[in-house]
């Protein structure tokens, strides 16, 4: 097992992967992913295991407190010294679910931003994935006022 930033040549994979973790409408395309890999790679981060990325999580900086819909395709929004930690997808392929591979990715992640001296890390889900990321400490702060795929989203904040 590897982890380690992604790359402009994993975009084909990434992409297979936020298609099969989301449905049409939620899914970042291809387009999104490649404007995320050019201006925050280093905030992209994939697990690798046996040469194969089984999972990844990307977002990035900003100053703004809440996560808003806007981010999620408008990588020109990033702030390299922005206080907050950003999360737009935290994503495992389907064969590679229920190994830990999202949870040792996380943990990674919440090491790396607060290393950087950020404040936290935000995030949206839903329901069914709140108990998943309060086991890293992170709290539900109500709903979100994303909007993305028509669905409801609780936002969750990490704060360092």
Known sequence: MQIRHANIDDLDRLTELE????PAGWAASKESIRKRLETFSDHFWVLEEDGTIVSFI???????????????DNASLHEPEGRWQMIFSVVTGPEYRHHGYA???????IEDVKNEGRSGIVLTCEDSLISFYSGFGFVNEGLSGSRIGGVKWNQMRLNF
């Not at 298609?19 to 989301?22: D, I, Q, S, W, Y």
């Not at 990307?58 to 999620?72: A, I, Q, S, V, W």
């Not at 949870?103 to 992640?109: D, T």
């Open 58 to 72: 990307n977002g990035f900086d900003t100053d703004t407190k809440d996560l808003n819909d806007e981010m999620y």
């Open 103 to 109: 949870g040792k990715l996380m943990n990674k992640v």
């Open 19 to 22: 298609k099969t973790a989301f």
